[in-house]
C-alpha cells in the first residue's frame, strides 16, 4: 500500500476533491521511480480512478537552449515508455502550463491534480495561476528534499551551520524506502504516442548551444549513481576538490532534470560503510542542496545581489570604487578572452562539456567579480553563463552558488581585500596548492 508522508504535501488553492481522474502534472521530477508526487497521486487513485501524467512544454524556458532541452526530451521520452509499460496515460501538452493545464484538466474531467515542488520564481507563479483557475484542488508534493522544504523550516536559513540541526534532526523519519509504483487499475483515456520527432522540430531554441555527451534519463542516472558508488565514492572526501581527479558525482543533472531522486542517492550513499566520504557527500547531497532550495522559497528575488546578506553588500559598496586591474566584457568571458590560461580552461570546460567541476566553479565566479565593473554586472554575467552553457543551470543550486561566491551568502566576513571587501577571496596560487593547474590547463585550455 502506498501512503506518501502528509508533511511532504501542501494544498496550494481550495476545492474539495471531486470525482473523476487524477492529473499528475509532472515538472520538477521527470521520473517513474522514486517520485512522491507519482506516488501520491497513485495513492489518490486508488482502485477506482484514472490516472493521467501530463508534462506541459514550453516553447522557451529562463533562455535554456538546445543543450538543456535535448537532454530533459530524451529524459521525458523514456518516461513515457516506462509509464505506459504501467499502463498509465502520459500526455504531453504544447505552451504555458497556466494556459494549458487547466482546460485539459477539465477535458479529461479531472477530480484532482497533483504536482511537483520546485521554489523557482516561475514555477510558483504557474501553480497560484493554476491553482486560481482550477475547480479542483491542486497539491504539490516534495520530491526534491529529503526533509521537505516546506517543513523544515519556515524561514530563510542563515547558513548551513543553521539549516544542519534542523535537516538531521528530521532526516531517521524521512530518509525512508520508496514504495513501488503500482501499474495503472483503472484503463486511461488512451492518449495517443507523442511524436518526439515532431516536438524536436517545434522547438523555438537556441541550436548553437549542442547537447552533450551524458546519457539521459532514469535509466542512465540509476547506472552513473552505481557506477560513482562503487568506483568513485571511496575517494569523494579526498579527491572531491581536484578537477583533475574528477572523483565528484557528476550527478547535478540528473538531479536537476529529476531523472533521480536525491533521496534514492543518499540512501545508496548512506548504506556503504561509515567513512568520511560517505558524510562528505551526503552534506553536499542533502545539507547544501537543500540550503538552496530553502534559500529560493523564502527570497523571491534569489538571482539579485540585493538577496546579499546586510555585511556583503556593505562591504562590497565601500569596495566599489576599487580600482581593478582588469574588465571584461560578458562577450570576452563567454570566449574566455580573458588574461588567465586557468579561467580561461575552466570556461571551455563549461562551453565544450556543459559541466564545469565544482571547486572551478568557485574560483571561476570570484574571478568574474573580480574582472567586472561592478558586483552586480559580476553576479549577470555569472549567472547568464552559467545558465546558458551547464547542464545543470536555471537550478537553485546555481543562484545561491553564484551569490555565494560573489555576495556572500551563507558565507561569513574575510580578510578585506581590493574589490572583494570582506567576500572570501580565491586567486590561482591557492588553486596550484591544492591541484595540478598546469595539467588541467593542458586538457581544458
Ligand atoms: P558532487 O560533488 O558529486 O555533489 C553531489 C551533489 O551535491 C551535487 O550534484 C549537488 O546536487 C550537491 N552539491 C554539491 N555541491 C553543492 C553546492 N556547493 N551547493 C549546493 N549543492 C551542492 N549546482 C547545480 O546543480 N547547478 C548549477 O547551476 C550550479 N551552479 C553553480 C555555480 C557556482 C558559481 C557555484 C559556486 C556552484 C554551483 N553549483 C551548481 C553547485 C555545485 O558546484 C554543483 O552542484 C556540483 O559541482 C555538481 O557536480 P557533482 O554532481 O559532481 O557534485
Not at 66 to 93: C, I, N, P, S, T
Request: charged share 25%; net charge neutral; with cysteine.
Amino acid at each position: 500500500m502506498i501512503k506518501v508522508d502528509r508533511r511532504r504535501i501542501n494544498k496550494l488553492n481550495l476545492p474539495e476533491i471531486s470525482e473523476g481522474a487524477v492529473v499528475y502534472w509532472m515538472s520538477r521530477e521527470q521520473r517513474v521511480r522514486d517520485n512522491w508526487g507519482l506516488l501520491h497521486a497513485r495513492e489518490l487513485a486508488g482502485s477506482t480512478r484514472p490516472l493521467i501524467v501530463v508534462f506541459c512544454l514550453v516553447p522557451s524556458f529562463l533562455g535554456a537552449n538546445l543543450r538543456q532541452y535535448d537532454f530533459m526530451l530524451k529524459g521525458l521520452q523514456q518516461v513515457e515508455r516506462d509509464l505506459r509499460g504501467l499502463g498509465y496515460d502520459f500526455a504531453l501538452l504544447s505552451g504555458q502550463p497556466d494556459q494549458t493545464l487547466p482546460d485539459f484538466v477539465r477535458k479529461v474531467r479531472a477530480g484532482i491534480v497533483v504536482t511537483d515542488f520546485d521554489p523557482l520564481r516561475i514555477k510558483q507563479q504557474w501553480q497560484v495561476n493554476i491553482g486560481q483557475k482550477l475547480n479542483v484542488p491542486l497539491l504539490e508534493v516534495d520530491g526534491h528534499n529529503v526533509v521537505p522544504a516546506r517543513f523544515v523550516t519556515d524561514k530563510r536559513e542563515y547558513g548551513a551551520r543553521t539549516i544542519r540541526p534542523k535537516i538531521q534532526k528530521l532526516l531517521p523519519e524521512f530518509l525512508e524506502e520508496f514504495p513501488e509504483l503500482l501499474p495503472a487499475s483503472q484503463k486511461g483515456e488512451g492518449f495517443p504516442m507523442v511524436d518526439w520527432d515532431q516536438v524536436r522540430n517545434s522547438l523555438e531554441v537556441d541550436e548553437s548551444i549542442g547537447p552533450v555527451d551524458l546519457a539521459s534519463g532514469e535509466a542512465a542516472a540509476h547506472a552513473a549513481l552505481n557506477e560513482f558508488v562503487e568506483h568513485g565514492l571511496g575517494d569523494y572526501a579526498e579527491k572531491r576538490n581536484d578537477p583533475n581527479a574528477e572523483a565528484t558525482s557528476r550527478l547535478s543533472a540528473y538531479y536537476h532534470f529529476g531523472q533521480l531522486a536525491p533521496q534514492r542517492a543518499a540512501l545508496t550513499v548512506a548504506s556503504r560503510p561509515a567513512g568520511d566520504s560517505v558524510d562528505s557527500y551526503l552534506e553536499e547531497l542533502i545539507i547544501r542542496r537543500e540550503l538552496s532550495d530553502n534559500f529560493c522559497l523564502h527570497t523571491p528575488n534569489y538571482d539579485s545581489l540585493d538577496s546579499a546578506p546586510e555585511w556583503a553588500l556593505k562591504t562590497l559598496a565601500e569596495h566599489s570604487a576599487d580600482r581593478r586591474d582588469y574588465i571584461y566584457s560578458y562577450d570576452e568571458f563567454e570566449q574566455a578572452r580573458t588574461h588567465s590560461a586557468l579561467w580561461n580552461a575552466a570556461q571551455s570546460q563549461m562551453v565544450r562539456s556543459g559541466f564545469m567541476h565544482g571547486y572551478m566553479r568557485m574560483y571561476w565566479a570570484k574571478k568574474i567579480l573580480e574582472w567586472s565593473a561592478s558586483a552586480e554586472e559580476a553576479l549577470r554575467i555569472t549567472i547568464a553563463l552559467n545558465d546558458r552553457f551547464e547542464l545543470d543551470g536555471r537550478d537553485p543550486n546555481g543562484y545561491v552558488g553564484a551569490l555565494w561566491s560573489i555576495g556572500g551568502v551563507h558565507d561569513r566576513g574575510w580578510k578585506k581585500r581590493p574589490v572583494f571587501g570582506s567576500i572570501r577571496y580565491m586567486n590561482e596560487r591557492g588553486c596550484r596548492r591544492k591541484f595540478d593547474v598546469d595539467a588541467y590547463v593542458r586538457k581544458w585550455g
